[in-house]
């Protein structure tokens, strides 16, 4: 569609249905957070409209923002815990998720807070309880850097390092170490959370590792 006539101001109620016709194309395509679908209708005003007064365009975007928000179309809260659960899935560090959600427009502070969040919250399901305490093993969630483990250990087994790797006759242990450690720091992993990927022996001792700390993870990992 052309611009809008640039000699005759747009109304609110005109800009506002332009707007929120965007917005719902987009967000049937796409997650988005609020700082993410705000800066994707500001470059619609600006590609499909022009020039609009600033004070207006704030209005009229918050305006639709708001209602998208109270529609449910956009949930910052859970856009951040969906990321979380599948960077762990992905083999993906807390540092390099927190990267990118902070490229979508979310603050250091929600993101650290709802990550917490996630730490504490309680697992309900008795049966993955029971299951837990049937083994043996302790009913005590898991903790931050165990999760962090369970990244690294599935990054590790995707990319074939460390126990996953196939042996390398003559291969040097100092230097083959220290790539593998730089592979991991990389993609975010503290040196602590490497060395321990790196103890792992054997693939199955990691696996066996991944799996009883997958056992105790809170249930807004699930």
Known sequence: MDNENPDR???????????????MHYLSRYSSTTAKLEGVLR????????EVPQDQLKRCIEAVIDNCVSAGYVDDS?????????????GQSYRMIATKLKAAGISASQIEDEWQAMLAAEDDDSQTIQ?????????????????????A??????????????????????????????????????????????????????????????????????
């Open 43 to 50: 470059r619609f005003v600006l590609r499909k409209i022009g």
């Open 78 to 90: 859970a856009y951040i815990r969906s990321r979380f659960r599948g960077a762990r899935n992905a």
């Open 9 to 23: 101001q747009i109304s609110d109620k005109r800009l506002e249905q332009r707007l929120r016709n965007k917005a």
């Open 131 to 151: 299951a837990v305490k049937a083994d043996n093993q302790p009913d005590n969630l898991a903790s931050e850097d165990e999760i962090e483990l369970v990244a």
């Open 153 to 222: 250990i599935q990054f590790a087994r995707k990319k074939k390092l460390g126990c996953f790797a196939q042996v390398i006759e003559d291969a040097d242990p100092l230097a083959l170490k220290q790539s593998i450690l730089g592979r991991l720091a990389r993609r975010g992993f503290r040196y602590h959370i490497c060395a321990e990927l790196l103890n792992f022996e054997h693939s199955e001792d990691a696996l066996a590792r991944a799996d009883e700390i997958s056992a105790r993870l809170p249930s807004s990992f699930g």
